[in-house]
């Protein structure tokens, strides 16, 4: 078990559904961050927050919408994704600058 | 564009083998080398290097960090069946940390 929880840990959703990823942390980190991992190849950046604020989106297209509520919480909107956006998402937390740490994933099928 | 580059990408080797684990990089702001193991689920954190020359170990696991040939490896002595996994190595400058593809490692019995 990791001390990044995030839920569901499976989702299974139509391109036409809206929903929500959540991860929470404890540690009392100040940067949290959403990684992408395809099948076979390594976790991608999407986005990270730090203190609270937005200050990386690496070109993710608009219908992945993060919002970072407090500095335990992290949020991922999903909404009319594609089939290719079935993936392992992965939220991470760190000090800053320090080493990341990561939940178990959610596995998300977009059907 | 930053640049991780791992090798060998798979590696079988029997229990009680040592095995050396390559990563190469390219990242502007450069700031920290990180060690990742990841199984079945989330990768887990192995070392943070930050210096050059100085090794950090813990177990039967080592790493060491060369800034001036933008090198680092990971030693794994002794294996046993339960280090298989994929191991990654991610060059971090400030909050973006960029993976390489990974080792796959099997330690057969």
């Known amino acids: 078990d990791t001390e990044v929880t995030q839920t569901p840990k499976h989702l299974v959703m139509g391109m036409t559904n809206k929903k929500s990823l959540k991860c929470e942390q404890h540690m009392g980190h100040r940067a949290m961050y959403w990684y992408k991992q395809k099948a076979k190849k390594p976790p991608e950046l999407m986005f990270v927050?730090?203190?609270?604020?937005?200050?990386i989106n690496e070109s993710v297209p608009s219908r992945f919408s993060p919002e970072c509520p407090n500095s335990s919480l992290l949020n991922l909107h999903l909404h009319a994704l594609q089939p290719e956006d079935s993936a392992l998402y992965l939220c991470?937390?760190?000090?800053?600058?320090?080493?990341?740490?990561f939940g178990n994933g959610t596995r998300l099928t977009v059907t | 564009e930053d640049k991780v580059v791992q090798s060998p990408l798979s590696l079988v080797v029997h229990e009680g083998d040592t095995v050396t684990l390559n990563c190469s990089y390219e990242?502007?702001?450069?700031?920290?080398l990180l060690w990742y193991k990841q199984e079945k689920k989330a990768p887990t954190f192995l070392f943070m290097l930050t210096s050059s020359g100085i090794e950090k170990k813990s177990g039967r696991l080592s790493s060491i960090l060369d800034k001036k040939e933008l090198f680092s490896i990971l030693n794994i002595t002794a294996t046993q069946t339960g280090d298989s996994a994929v191991y990654l190595c991610g060059g971090g400058s400030n909050y973006k940390l960029t993976f390489g593809k990974g080792t796959l490692l099997t330690v057969n019995p």
């Open positions: 990242v502007t702001n450069f700031r920290s």
């Open positions: 927050y730090s203190y609270e604020k937005l200050s």
């Open positions: 991470a937390s760190s000090q800053v600058l320090g080493p990341l740490h």
